[in-house]
């Protein structure tokens, strides 16, 4: 008994004030332990931090430069990357991180994995407001420096690669770096300031190069190599810091007077941005480090092992010196398509629900990798060109009046490595495979020599080189890629009885022949060479015009405008006349040399000549795109429906958390709003920089009660 009566006077014994004391004297210990641990471990890690730097200066002092000469002109990046992970395996042969163990991790102002790092039982908050726009630096000073090469280079450091930085700063989100340090050891570019004095202001750090890596070209049939890139350093939580990119230079021309053409700028801004994705982690051996956001752990447990025995796309099987990881079956997964067509396939969550969204196929599982890769990667560095043709991290560059365009695709798997928040308007759906179904993506292009429905507007099977037809984009008129090649077509990817019959152009979307034989452009004036062509009165070449297939003796380019009010496509027929088309309808336009004669003009479909208008952005990956609407929209998982593409914003966790609650419930929950002070359940302490243990708490409140019984009763 805590109180006892003696002779008519409550009283406390001494047992109860033994306990009352010993709580108070457990409590003081235990923060008076946290307290000296924290003081022990920061001036223990700043000792270490000290240390390392200290042996950095002396190996300098030693070796000098040495990190930083030039490798061979024949190294790819790839293989300064494959160095850097060589040094990051242990003696027992794991792998436990691709931070190199003799560098210190990167200084970080509450990030929340070291949060989940410090306490296993908490997992990381879901406040996005932790990340802020990526920082982006590009090191040019590698360039070449020969008068041959000053216009390029101007033009590099001033127009192209400043214009891909701003685009994936408006893109992306980051949890922000006090410092960065990147290993010279890693990215051999880096000078030895980069390491030791560290750099600031920046959350990536690239190194620019020209001609360094670049190969031959033209092999096999192949495009030339613009450019290249990978990441050489990384934090602690494998989030790329450091990369090389290479620009190959005898790629594209100057004019005479030293300025580029506006084509040519666009397509090198279009690459820079491509191989910077690469870099952020756009590739698949990056796969096997990615984080899961949910529960602030990696996805692929650690440490890891030198995947051996697995089949890669191109055939060969894997062994332990090859050090290639295998991510685990949340992330990559192996398939193979009837006749035997393999694939590695992309199933994280947001990719899956992307995935679904834009093929309009719900059995879908997440999106393929390329399996006839450009380089001998095992699993494939890009998106599958059979389903992502005009995707800015597909392998290969349309042809230049075919935008690439960057999906909610790559930005869907940015976010689900872990390391960024995607800003999803800054992305444009594509529109190859644009709602076409599971069919599109599950069968065959060609079928026993026939075009089925669902690969028409896509793909082609005539060989007649003037059966002029709009490629995929709508941005052209071209004629059908299939002819009869100097060598059989590989026994899966062959359609035809014909085994020699096949694409010559463009091999890499699983041999399927599709209508991409330039002939001439919508979007561009009519070339001198074509003057005797026959124009249309309502025909118009400029960059809002489209291509338009017909009965004519070719495709019609037209004015065309993308009409969200009506939900349809608006075609300007001159003269302040317009139409509207939609899905399976015609319209006819009298023939300029016969107005008796009407040519009739096929509507193409509106997912393929606006995008954008169905399901903004794929809905983000949070919704699920209603097809079977007349008007399709994003059916929010939160429950949001006023927002068109599902994003998130900054309050919007409050928000449908009210909308979630029923409402008599949801009173009761906001007259019981958390106080402040609980919130160090999810933020680091400001002294200690670890949370309020529960039982710290828990010995407060029994003090507290003692001490107001025994004030009470006295």
């Known amino acids: 008994m805590i109180f006892t009566k003696n002779s008519g006077e409550w009283t406390i014994p001494f047992t109860t004030i033994s306990i009352f004391f010993l709580c108070y004297f457990l409590l003081v210990v235990r923060v008076t332990l946290a307290f000296s641990f924290h003081v022990d471990v920061t001036e223990y890690l700043s000792n270490t931090r000290d240390m390392r730097r200290a042996q950095k200066r002396n190996l300098i002092e030693q070796y000098g430069n040495k990190t930083l000469q030039r490798r061979s002109q024949n190294e790819d990046p790839r293989e300064i990357r494959n160095l850097g992970l060589q040094r990051s395996i242990r003696d027992d042969g794991l792998l436990y991180s691709r931070r190199n163990p003799n560098s210190p991790p990167i200084d970080y102002v509450n990030h929340p994995y070291e949060r989940r790092s410090l306490l296993s039982t908490q997992t990381p908050p879901k406040d996005w407001n932790l990340f802020k726009p990526i920082r982006i630096k590009t090191e040019t000073r590698y360039l070449p420096s020969d008068d041959w090469h000053n216009a390029k280079n101007k033009l590099m450091e001033t127009v192209v690669l400043p214009a891909a930085v701003r685009f994936w700063k408006k893109t992306l989100m980051v949890h922000p770096a006090n410092i960065l340090k990147i290993d010279t050891d890693y990215c051999s570019l880096a000078s030895n300031s980069d390491f030791i004095n560290g750099i600031t202001d920046v959350d990536l750090q690239i190194y620019v190069t020209a001609e360094r890596f670049c190969g031959n070209g033209n092999v096999d049939d192949q495009p030339e190599t613009i450019a290249s890139a990978d990441s050489c350093d990384w934090d602690q939580f494998e989030r790329p810091i450091g990369g090389i990119i290479d620009f190959c230079?005898?790629?594209?021309?100057?004019?005479?007077?030293?300025?580029?053409?506006?084509?040519?700028?666009?397509?090198?801004?279009?690459?820079?941005?491509?191989?910077?994705?690469?870099?952020?982690?756009?590739?698949?051996?990056?796969?096997?480090?990615?984080?899961?956001?949910?529960?602030?752990?990696?996805?692929?447990?650690?440490?890891?092992?030198?995947?051996?025995?697995?089949?890669?796309?191109?055939?060969?099987?894997?062994?332990?010196?090859?050090?290639?990881?295998?991510?685990?079956?949340?992330?990559?997964?192996?398939?193979?398509?009837?006749?035997?067509?393999?694939?590695?396939?992309?199933?994280?969550?947001?990719?899956?629900?992307?995935?679904?969204?834009?093929?309009?196929?719900?059995?879908?599982?997440?999106?393929?990798?390329?399996?006839?890769?450009?380089?001998?990667?095992?699993?494939?560095?890009?998106?599958?060109?059979?389903?992502?043709?005009?995707?800015?991290?597909?392998?290969?560059?349309?042809?230049?009046?075919?935008?690439?365009?960057?999906?909610?695709?790559?930005?869907?798997?940015?976010?689900?490595?872990?390391?960024?928040?995607?800003?999803?308007?800054?992305?444009?759906?594509?529109?190859?495979?644009?709602?076409?179904?599971?069919?599109?993506?599950?069968?065959?292009?060609?079928?026993?020599?026939?075009?089925?429905?669902?690969?028409?507007?896509?793909?082609?099977?005539?060989?007649?080189?003037?059966?002029?037809?709009?490629?995929?984009?709508?941005?052209?008129?071209?004629?059908?890629?299939?002819?009869?090649?100097?060598?059989?077509?590989?026994?899966?990817?062959?359609?035809?009885?014909?085994?020699?019959?096949?694409?010559?152009?463009?091999?890499?979307?699983?041999?399927?022949?599709?209508?991409?034989?330039?002939?001439?452009?919508?979007?561009?004036?009519?070339?001198?060479?074509?003057?005797?062509?026959?124009?249309?009165?309502?025909?118009?070449?400029?960059?809002?015009?489209?291509?338009?297939?017909s009965n004519y003796t070719r495709p019609l380019c037209l004015e065309t405008f993308c009409d969200k009010d009506n939900h349809a496509i608006k075609v300007s027929l001159g003269k302040g006349r317009t139409a509207t088309c939609s899905d399976d309808k015609q319209i006819s336009i009298p023939h300029p040399d016969n107005e008796k004669i009407l040519v009739s003009i096929e509507c193409p479909r509106l997912a393929t000549l606006c995008p954008d208008l169905i399901c903004p952005t794929n809905c983000a990956g949070r919704g699920l795109c209603d097809w079977n609407s007349s008007n399709p929209k994003c059916l929010c998982f939160d429950g949001n429906k006023q927002s068109e593409t599902c994003e998130w914003h900054e309050n919007v966790g409050k928000t449908l958390e009210k909308k979630k609650t029923p409402k008599k419930v949801g009173k009761t929950l906001e007259k019981k709003k958390t106080p402040k002070k609980v919130k160090t359940r999810t933020q680091p302490d400001q002294m200690s920089g670890t949370s309020l243990p529960s039982f710290q708490t828990m010995y407060l409140l029994i003090g507290w009660a003692l001490g107001l019984t025994f004030y009470y009763y006295e």
């Open 249 to 549: 230079y005898d790629t594209f021309v100057m004019n005479k007077d030293g300025s580029a053409s506006d084509e040519t700028v666009q397509m090198l801004v279009d690459v820079s941005i491509h191989e910077i994705g690469h870099i952020l982690g756009l590739q698949s051996r990056d796969m096997a480090f990615y984080w899961d956001r949910r529960t602030g752990r990696p996805q692929t447990p650690k440490p890891m092992k030198p995947s051996k025995g697995v089949r890669c796309v191109t055939g060969k099987i894997t062994e332990e010196e090859d050090r290639i990881y295998l991510p685990s079956r949340r992330t990559l997964q192996f398939h193979a398509h009837h006749p035997g067509i393999p694939f590695f396939e992309v199933v994280t969550p947001t990719v899956k629900q992307v995935a679904r969204n834009h093929f309009n196929c719900d059995s879908m599982n997440g999106i393929r990798l390329e399996n006839q890769p450009t380089s001998d990667d095992c699993f494939g560095n890009h998106w599958e060109e059979r389903l992502a043709w005009d995707e800015s991290l597909s392998a290969h560059k349309t042809s230049k009046s075919i935008p690439d365009s960057l999906s909610p695709f790559t930005l869907a798997l940015l976010e689900d490595t872990g390391w960024y928040r995607a800003n999803f308007t800054m992305s444009r759906i594509i529109s190859f495979g644009h709602g076409a179904g599971c069919s599109f993506v599950e069968k065959p292009c060609i079928v026993k020599n026939n075009l089925p429905n669902y690969s028409k507007g896509y793909f082609c099977n005539s060989t007649e080189q003037e059966d002029y037809a709009c490629d995929p984009s709508h941005s052209q008129i071209s004629s059908c890629d299939l002819q009869n090649l100097k060598q059989s077509v590989p026994y899966v990817y062959r359609y035809f009885d014909n085994k020699f019959l096949g694409p010559k152009i463009f091999k890499q979307a699983d041999f399927c022949p599709m209508p991409i034989d330039f002939i001439f452009s919508c979007k561009r004036p009519i070339p001198k060479i074509l003057g005797s062509l026959k124009i249309f009165p309502e025909e118009k070449f400029a960059k809002s015009s489209r291509c338009y297939n």
